[in-house]
């Protein structure tokens, strides 16, 4: 997993990894978010699922929990 955070580092891609959270999604451009149990950044199983969102507000929760702003069982 390391190698593929410096890769995406390097290429100025935001990331925040929280170890201990089991919450897994992607946020792309602000309104795409592919989110489930699928480690996107390393190797998975065939019992593996994610599901594509298209959403500005969706994606801006997502990315807020994150950083503590919004929860989303609200």
Known sequence: MEDSVVL???REVNLTHKPNVYQNFVVID???VWYGNVNFLGYDSAES???RLVGTDIAMQLKDTLVGRKNLSK
Do not use: K
């Open 8 to 10: 995406l580092r390097s």
């Open 49 to 51: 699922n994610v599901l």
């Open 30 to 32: 602000n309104c795409i």
